[in-house]
């Protein structure tokens, strides 16, 4: 049973939205202070955190402007976070755990933004978890990509886009049994879960430095590996069979002149 009306569901996805937008931004300019940016670097990081997921987001739904360009309060949200960050320094400790409950919080806001949108948008729900998943992980992304960072989406340390799909999941869930309100909770609740316990005790998912192909061209891979550069680039070169070629012409022309001879 829904608990929110039409209208009600309506204004708690933009209050989340633009809370994941100030909590975005101000984790943004955490990432600046911490690179010693200037003020204009804050606000530029701030800006792509907070606001990039979003508007990748409704540009793939082809569903009328980024609401980050048409709602006045988006772009004044970011940018005060990204301000708090310039101007309030937090201790390690205590931006320490701030950091880790604000981007739990933020996957499971986005997520839910983002499945209510592609609903609103007439699409479907496998398009409703891929949608929350990207609104959820595209600002972070794009922040570490404009940093020449790697970015966290993909792997290599804890949970962080499976608990975007696993949060959009749920909310699909709930919203097709009629009660998306219960929907936002539990997803919420179990960004805040699967999150915490991934940083706390280092949930991940398995990745693939320990495995390697069993055939022939994996040996050759492996075995290349060992090999100097200058052995690697004559085995690269096609000079393999032009070589093979000569040593025949050489052949025949050995033949043909001791013929004539």
């Keep these: 049973m829904n608990l929110l009306s039409v209208e009600g569901l309506a204004s708690v996805t933009n209050v989340l939205d633009l809370a994941g937008v100030f909590a975005s931004a101000l984790l943004g300019g955490s990432i600046a202070r911490a690179m010693d940016f200037d003020l204009f670097g804050f606000l530029v990081v701030g800006f792509v955190s907070g606001l990039g997921g979003g508007m990748l987001r409704d540009t793939l739904l082809q569903n009328g402007p980024p609401v ?4 006045p309060l988006y772009v004044p949200v970011a940018l005060a976070g990204a301000l708090i960050a310039f101007f309030v320094s937090f201790s390690e400790i205590t931006w320490d755990r701030l950091f880790t409950v ?4 933020v996957i499971g806001f986005w997520a839910v933004v983002g499945v209510q949108r592609t609903y609103d948008a007439g699409l479907e729900w496998p398009a ?3 949608m929350g998943t990207i609104t959820a992980v595209g600002g972070g992304a794009m922040r570490d990509l404009l940093l020449r960072r790697v970015p966290a989406v993909f792997g290599g340390n804890a ?12 909310m699909v869930v709930a919203s097709a049994l009629g009660s998306p309100t219960i929907g936002i909770v539990a997803a919420i609740a179990l960004s805040l ?6 940083v706390r005790r280092g949930w991940g998912l398995p990745n693939g430095r320990d495995w390697q192909p069993k055939s022939t061209l994996g040996s050759l891979l492996r075995r290349g590996r060992s090999l100097r550069p200058d052995a690697l680039r004559l085995l690269r070169r096609p000079g393999r069979r032009t070589g093979a070629r ?16």
Aim: glycine share 6%; proline share 0%.
């Design 128 to 130: 409703a978890i891929i």
């Design 68 to 71: 980050a360009l048409v709602d």
């Design 102 to 105: 604000l981007d739990a919080a």
């Design 159 to 170: 949970l962080y886009a499976t608990v975007a799909v696993a949060a959009s999941a749920v």
């Design 193 to 198: 879960g699967l999150r915490w316990g991934a």
């Design 246 to 261: 000569s040593v025949r012409e050489e052949h025949d022309t050995s033949t043909d002149s001791s013929f004539d001879g």
